[in-house]
């Protein structure tokens, strides 16, 4: 019984080394990618601040055309007004483009943070087995050791529901 337990004990302090590692990875990912997401909501937020001011010019060219006493000095407003009109669509267009991105890095970010979580569960679980089984050896107890493996494949189970990200 005591060999067969020390054995047991090795592979799973094996796995639940591998499962806390696969666990500060993902935590790690986690963090790069909310990072990755606040930079391109930074980034989208400097493109509508752009919109803005363009709007603003563009809402001064439109007073300047309105107020315009000469066809000549209408129609080089009129120009403006278009020239803006059209960046306020460019910009737009880059600054929704960036919110899309921002929103996929914080999906991904979320995503490791659930496997990380199942990760660290998966430790925890393959941690009790381990206390388990100094237990049985102490005691020598049979339903310790059964218990043991039980728990044991509990863990196993839970980084394996990790490893196929469910």
């Known amino acids: 019984m005591t060999s067969k337990i020390a054995v047991c004990t090795a592979v799973i302090a094996t796995f639940g080394a591998i499962f806390s590692y696969m666990g500060g990875a993902?935590?790690?990912?986690?963090g790069l990618y909310k990072n990755n997401a606040?930079?391109?909501?930074?980034?989208?937020?400097?493109?509508?601040?752009?919109?803005?001011?363009?709007s603003t010019k563009q809402a001064?060219?439109?007073?300047?055309?309105?107020t315009a006493t000469d066809d000549e000095r209408k129609q080089g407003w009129q120009a403006k007004v278009t020239r803006y009109e059209q960046e306020k669509t460019d910009i737009q267009t880059a600054a929704k483009k960036l919110e899309a991105e921002a929103?996929?890095?914080?999906?991904?970010?979320e995503?490791?943070?659930?496997?990380?979580?199942?990760?660290?569960?998966?430790?925890?679980?393959?941690?009790?087995?381990?206390?388990?089984?100094?237990?049985?050896l102490l005691t020598k107890k049979k339903w310790l050791e059964r218990a043991m493996f039980g728990v044991a494949v509990a863990g196993l189970v839970v980084g394996g529901l990790a490893a196929f990200h469910v």
């Open 103 to 109: 929103s996929q890095w914080d999906a991904q970010s």
């Open 111 to 136: 995503e490791q943070m659930h496997q990380h979580h199942r990760w660290a569960q998966a430790t925890t679980v393959l941690q009790v087995s381990i206390a388990l089984a100094a237990i049985a």
């Open 60 to 66: 001064l060219a439109e007073f300047a055309r309105d």
């Open 38 to 54: 606040a930079i391109k909501k930074t980034e989208a937020s400097n493109q509508w601040n752009y919109f803005q001011s363009k």
């Open 26 to 30: 993902t935590q790690a990912n986690a």
